[in-house]
């Protein structure tokens, strides 16, 4: 499903995806700061995805590693379906 998932990020999206990976079945998509909100609501209103439970939201700070320093991190759940994904905002 993880694939799934990332593929219709990227078809929907297209550029604003900066990133995508999938680690031990778990997708992560990194997308522009300021199409957050849209990719969430299409994230949760998709009924195909329905990501319908934000599990937590933290951040990075990358110190002196990165030009871009700080990253925030939601984690969202379907409950319907069964799957998460972690969306990445440099």
Known sequence: MARVVLGRLKR??????LETHIEH??????????R?????E??????ELVF???IDSTAVDW???RV???DVIYHLYSLTRGHRVRIKVP
């Open 52 to 54: 319908d439970m934000p």
């Open 12 to 17: 929907k999206f297209g550029d604003a995806i």
């Open 63 to 65: 110190s002196d590693t």
């Open 36 to 40: 957050l909100k849209e990719i969430a």
């Open 25 to 34: 079945g778990n997708a992560t998509v990194v997308v522009e700061r300021a």
């Open 68 to 70: 871009m320093r700080f």
């Open 42 to 47: 299409f994230l949760r209103d998709d009924p």
